[in-house]
């Protein structure tokens, strides 16, 4: 199956900074989508990317595809506490989703 | 907006006993998947179904089976529980396809003690 990793595991940051979170598969990807699960509670979608070299902004957040679609990554800008909690990337394939292994995120006020 | 409905959200059992989750998706929604998730763990996929019938099936123990049924509602059956079977176990439900975006429920904590 498809191995996806994440990098960093853990990020803890100051609020206000930025940070950057990638996913990394060994094989090509036909779409990716990303999630986010808040400590306590339940994964929550939160975009899915198609293209090659796709690039989607929702507010703070800005999420790439690659060009050669084995990448993704999740930038946030000037983070806030309620950033607080687990990224995951999922490539999407037949019927399931596959995580990656997940970025958690801490902000410090 | 009506959301994936789970239901016990606690359980707690004793080891070699048996275990049944149920998951109530969103209106109109005819695929449900079923995840587990350990401690500190990326959720895993166990299975899917769609339109009543099995899609896909991942890591999911021969202990363990599923169903979706004609309301399109799913049980997750478990039998001969393990201490390691405690986890989260989530159910998502979306349109046909892997491609869409899944929609999960606040998942039921299972502890086999």
């Known amino acids: 199956g498809q191995q996806v990793m994440q990098i960093p595991q853990y990020q803890h940051v100051q609020e206000g900074e930025d940070l950057t979170t990638y996913c990394n598969s060994s094989?090509?990807?036909?779409?990716i989508q990303w999630y986010k699960q808040r400590p306590g509670g339940h994964p929550v979608f939160l975009i899915q990317?198609?293209?090659?070299?796709e690039v989607k902004k929702q507010k703070r957040l800005t999420f790439q595809f690659g060009e050669a679609k084995k990448n993704s990554s999740l930038h946030i800008t000037a983070t806030q506490t309620t950033d607080v909690g687990t990224y995951f990337c999922a490539p999407t394939g037949f019927q399931k989703l596959v995580f990656g292994t997940g970025t958690r995120l801490l902000v410090s006020p | 907006a009506a959301g994936v409905i789970q239901s016990p959200r606690h359980l707690i059992k004793e080891k070699r006993e048996t275990a049944t989750l149920k998951c109530y998706p969103i209106?109109?929604?005819?695929?449900v998947y079923w995840y587990q998730q350990g401690p500190g763990q990326d959720p895993q996929f166990l299975i899917s179904f769609y339109e009543k019938m099995q899609s896909d099936k991942g890591s999911i123990p021969d202990r363990f089976s599923a169903q979706q049924f004609s309301d399109y509602h799913s049980e997750l059956n478990m039998s001969s529980l393990e201490l390691g079977d405690s986890a989260l176990y989530f159910c998502?439900?979306?349109?046909?396809?892997?491609?869409?975006?899944?929609?999960f429920g606040p998942g039921t904590r299972l502890t086999v003690t």
């Open positions: 209106p109109r929604h005819d695929t």
């Open positions: 998502a439900s979306s349109l046909e396809g892997g491609d869409y975006e899944q929609y």
């Open positions: 990317l198609v293209k090659s070299g």
């Open positions: 094989t090509t990807l036909s779409n």
